[in-house]
């Protein structure tokens, strides 16, 4: 624990967040950045209201209807975007279904033949090759008590 508190006060090095390149010092700007654009944007509806109440019903109601207007166009297209998120939904869901899901199964088949295939080898070729090994050097033993001159 002291080791790390000692390699920090070392490296003196300025942290950095993981997901930018920039250093983690500029974040203060952006917030700041962030703050008076909101405030900016409060100061306009109040102004706006202001002045909307100061006007006669004739030049209120006329901004009623843009505004109105502006919100249904605004609705449309939301509605639009909102069908071609669906069809987009639709087609993944296709490609997951009919694409994604036979490689998967294809994939799993391929495994359970290779997990076969090695239970087989190992089997049927690698364990008597070691059994062969185990006597060979059993009888290697037995040679080299019976001839003690190859030491």
Do not use: C
Request: glycine share 4%; no cysteine.
């Amino acid at each position: 624990m002291e080791n790390n508190e000692e390699l920090k006060k070392q490296t003196n090095v300025a942290p950095t967040d993981a997901n930018t390149t920039e250093p983690a010092e500029e974040s203060p700007k952006v917030n700041v950045w962030v703050v008076i654009g909101g405030i900016v944007v409060v100061a306009l509806i109040v102004l706006g209201l202001v002045f909307l109440f100061r006007q006669d019903a004739q030049t209120t109601g006329q901004i009623r209807d843009v505004f109105i207007i502006f919100f249904a166009l605004e609705s449309l297209i939301i509605g639009a975007a909102l069908i071609v998120l669906v069809v987009q939904l639709a087609v993944l869901i296709n490609l997951l279904q009919n694409e994604i899901k036979p490689i998967i199964d294809s994939t799993n088949e391929t495994v359970h033949t290779i997990k076969g295939t090695a239970v087989f080898l190992s089997d049927n070729m690698v364990q008597p090759v070691i059994k062969l090994n185990e006597y060979l050097a059993g009888l290697q033993k037995v040679a080299d008590i019976f001839n003690p001159k190859k030491k």
